[in-house]
């Protein structure tokens, strides 16, 4: 045997990079080339809870801007906006979610902007739609108007300073549904902002979707051409989800649990021959869901056309003209399960890539580029293609993957 | 096969662990109670630095006689967990813990001299 001396490194636990965390991922990257087409995330998350003294200097009102400072000033104790039981982070297994505050960023540029890209870049992502993280859970908060200040604080800090900032990072603005008239007026405040693609629902909540005050805010995003999405979460406060005992049940039932009502109410009110132009998106509750969702409404359908009489197809032909985020995507051992799945949801044309980093459960292109059944231009599609033009982006790649060998 | 110098063994003490870059990618090698395992730093799930992560004793449920929980504790089974997902491994094995069936690439280790060398 011969004996050779390697590069031999000790691990730290007091350093962090968000490119070099995903150095294994700007390999799988490099090997695929991604570099030769365009890939669009469509869900990816920031934490703006590092960034809310700032976002809350955004809030018009001076009580609530007070009240929201004074409270984020004492940690430790019942807070102004209210938290979420929970330990995504698999109870510090997730190494990122607590070694990311040791990563330097220089001083010129948004930390949040140079993070951001720097796993982009690694992962082979040319544009990636940011949206908070605590804020997904603030549907539940008692006090409407607090999501409404929030909200409008948090979209125009967002605009100013990341989205006016750097042309990759995008968002679909968050709406506070809560209050129908606010949601309105925020469509109108930022429809037009550089970086906006879109708008979110956060989907735990109890506002029907089907509730007329929301009627002119999906003409208006209609008319604009853009698409209104739900974004999926848990709420271990709701009833039903209090009955699971572990975290594996509340997110694995909580993130399709939402979206599932809410699409129900959605096609069974008629709102798809209301807004036939209005393009509706469902992030992150996986695809199994939708499959699930198509056969149960279809069969009910047929024997209760007077309970929808606005339908004019099956349920199922309007869920196929909407899209579908892929992460966190289901993966059976056989892949006829999922080309199944995937021929339900017409995914060449529906399916959209996301990621949801750094999120626990992130997904990479790979779990789309590999698979065996798909032609290599409908990989493309659902990595890229899709929601460039959903989102109007251009098709070109403008991404750097680096290398760290 | 090559041998390829990783450190003087007694460098790394139980619980430490270094990562070797060598012609066949990153492999990791931990030394646990004394002994060295070394596995590939390429996680079978999606390819993350699986042996980069943190170091856990598996959880295990308390089941009593009567088949009622009792609570939750730790094993003596070692893992190490893939920080990009959390992915468990069995630090002895490689073997999943989310699935037998899967199992991280092992390497060989050798020491010799007072020298640690891995077999790759």
């Known amino acids: ?405 | 096969m090559t041998e390829i110098f990783v450190a003087k063994a007694g460098d790394i003490t139980d619980g430490d662990r270094r990562i070797v870059r060598t012609p066949k990618g990153e492999i990791g090698v931990f030394n646990h109670k004394g002994a060295f395992h070394a596995y590939a730093n390429n996680c079978v799930h999606s390819g993350g630095p699986a042996c980069e992560g943190i170091l856990v004793n598996k959880v295990v449920d308390i089941i009593a006689e009567d088949r009622t929980y009792q609570g939750q504790t730790f094993s003596d089974v070692m893992h190490f967990v893939c920080p990009w997902h959390g992915y468990e491994f069995d630090i002895e094995t490689g073997v999943c813990a989310g699935n037998p069936k899967l199992k991280i690439k092992k390497f060989e280790t050798v020491v010799r001299g007072g020298d640690l060398y891995l077999v790759a």
């Open chain 1, 1 to 405: 045997m011969d004996a050779t001396n390697n590069e031999v490194r000790s691990l730290r636990f007091d350093s962090y990079d968000s490119g070099e965390h995903l150095k294994n991922a700007a390999k799988q990257a490099r090997a695929r080339n991604y570099q030769d087409f365009l890939i669009v995330d469509v869900d990816a998350h920031h934490y703006e809870s590092e960034h809310y003294r700032d976002v809350f200097g955004y809030i018009d009102s001076p009580v609530l801007r007070r009240n929201a400072l004074e409270s984020f000033s004492r940690g430790g104790r019942a807070n102004f906006l209210g938290g979420q039981v929970g330990y995504q982070d698999i109870s510090g297994r997730i190494t990122r979610h607590w070694l990311r505050k040791n990563e330097k960023t220089p001083a010129d540029k948004h930390r949040d902007i140079t993070t951001t890209l720097r796993w982009m870049d690694a992962m082979g992502v040319d544009y990636a739609c940011l949206f908070p993280t605590p804020m997904l859970f603030l549907g539940t908060h008692p006090q409407p108007e607090i999501e409404s200040a929030l909200a409008q604080a948090y979209n125009r800090w967002l605009c100013e300073r990341i989205l006016q900032e750097e042309k990759r990072i995008i968002s679909m603005l968050y709406l506070p549904f809560n209050d129908p008239e606010a949601a309105y007026q925020t469509v109108k405040e930022f429809g037009g902002r550089k970086g906006v693609v879109g708008f979110m629902v956060t989907a735990p909540r109890y506002k029907p979707v089907h509730d007329n005050a929301y009627m002119k805010t999906y003409r208006l995003i209609e008319e604009m051409g853009l698409p209104i999405s739900f974004h999926a979460a848990y709420s271990w406060g709701d009833q039903a989800l209090q009955l699971t005992n572990r975290f594996i049940g509340v997110h694995a039932l909580g993130f399709m649990w939402f979206n599932m009502v809410h699409m129900t109410n959605w096609v069974v009110n008629g709102l798809p021959e209301r807004f036939p132009k209005l393009k509706v998106m469902w992030i992150e509750s996986g695809l199994t869901w939708a499959y699930s969702l198509m056969q149960r409404l279809d069969h009910s359908y047929m024997m209760r056309t007077s309970d929808c009489p606005s339908l004019k197809r099956k349920p199922s032909e309007y869920m196929q003209e909407m899209f579908y985020s892929s992460q966190p995507m289901e993966v059976p051992d056989d892949p006829s399960i999922l080309e199944a799945t995937f021929k339900m949801i017409k995914a060449e044309t529906q399916l959209v890539w996301s990621s949801d980093y750094p999120h626990w459960d992130f997904d990479l292109p790979g779990v789309i580029y590999d698979l065996p059944f798909l032609k290599e231009q409908s990989k493309r599609n659902i990595l890229g293609g899709n929601a460039a033009r959903l989102f109007n982006l251009p098709p070109q790649p403008v991404k750097t993957i680096p290398d760290f060998d």
